[in-house]
C-alpha cells in the first residue's frame, strides 16, 4: 500500500489561503469518505483537525475546512495565521484492515 | 481529561527485545480501539496496527504483519507494542492513538507524546 501523495511544501502569507492537496487511488481516497487530516508542530505529537473529509472536532478552528473529489482530498486553510506553520498529513482507510498516511506537507508562513 | 500516557524512550541493540506502552485514563479504556504509528527519523507517519481492548481484537497492517506484536491489558488499561528483535531499521518515534468511534470510519482523535526507539546499528 503506497502513501498518498501530497506536495512537499507550501506557503502563504499571513491572511492569505492555502490549499494542500492528498492524492490517492480508487482503493482508498476514492473509494471512502474516511480521509482524516492532522496537524503536527515539530518535536509534538500529530493534532486531529480534519475527520471524515469536512468534519472539524470541536476546538479546531474554521479556518481549517476539507473537501474531496475523485481520488483527491484536499485542505484548505484560510487567513494563514503563524502557528499555521507546521507539517500536515492525510490518511485515509484503503480497505482489507489497512490505513494510509500522505507523505506531509510542510506549510510555511511567510 | 482524556490521556494517553506512553512509556520512556528506549536505547537497545539489535536483536533485543523490546515492549513500549500506552496507558490511558480519562475514558472509558476498553472500548475504544488504540492504534500505533510510525515515524521515522524526519520522515512521515506510518500506521501500523490497531486493538479493541475489550476483546484483543487486533488488525496489522499488510506492511508491520509479523514484525510487531500489538496486545492490550484492559484491567489496566494499557495497550502495547512489542518486537522480538529488533533491527537498526526499527529506529523511530512511535505514537499510541485512540480511535474516536467506530473502526475504520473514526480517526485518531487522542494521541499519546510518543516514545521514541532507538537501535544504534
Known amino acids: 500500500q503506497s502513501a498518498l501523495t501530497q506536495p512537499p511544501s507550501a506557503s502563504g502569507s499571513p491572511g492569505q489561503s492555502v490549499t494542500i492537496s492528498c492524492t490517492g487511488t480508487s482503493s482508498d481516497v476514492g473509494a471512502y469518505n474516511y480521509v482524516s487530516w492532522y496537524q503536527q508542530h515539530p518535536g509534538k505529537a500529530p493534532k486531529l483537525i480534519i475527520s471524515?473529509?469536512?468534519k472539524r472536532p470541536s476546538g479546531v478552528p474554521d479556518r481549517f475546512s476539507g473537501s474531496k473529489s475523485g481520488n483527491t482530498a484536499s485542505l484548505t486553510v484560510s487567513g494563514l495565521q503563524a502557528e499555521d506553520e507546521a507539517d500536515y498529513y492525510c490518511?485515509?482507510?484503503?480497505?482489507?484492515?489497512?490505513?494510509?498516511f500522505g507523505t506531509g506537507t510542510k506549510v510555511t508562513v511567510l | 481529561e482524556v490521556q494517553l500516557v506512553q512509556s520512556g524512550a528506549e536505547v537497545k541493540k539489535p536483536g533485543d527485545s523490546l515492549k513500549i506502552s500506552c496507558k490511558g485514563s480519562g475514558y472509558s479504556f476498553s472500548t475504544y480501539w488504540i492504534g500505533w504509528v510510525r515515524q521515522m527519523p524526519g520522515k512521515g507517519l506510518e500506521w501500523m496496527g490497531i486493538?479493541?481492548?475489550?476483546?484483543?481484537?487486533?488488525r496489522y497492517s499488510p506492511s508491520f504483519q509479523g514484525q510487531v506484536t500489538i496486545s492490550a491489558d484492559k484491567s489496566i488499561s494499557t495497550a502495547y507494542l512489542q518486537w522480538s528483535s529488533l533491527k537498526a531499521s526499527d529506529t523511530a518515534m512511535y505514537y499510541c492513538a485512540r480511535l474516536s468511534g467506530s473502526y475504520p470510519k473514526t480517526p485518531f482523535d487522542y494521541w499519546g507524546q510518543g516514545t521514541l526507539v532507538t537501535v544504534p546499528s
Open positions: 490518511s485515509s482507510y484503503a480497505g482489507s484492515n489497512n490505513y494510509v
Open positions: 486493538i479493541y481492548p475489550t476483546d484483543s481484537d487486533t
Open positions: 471524515e473529509v469536512s
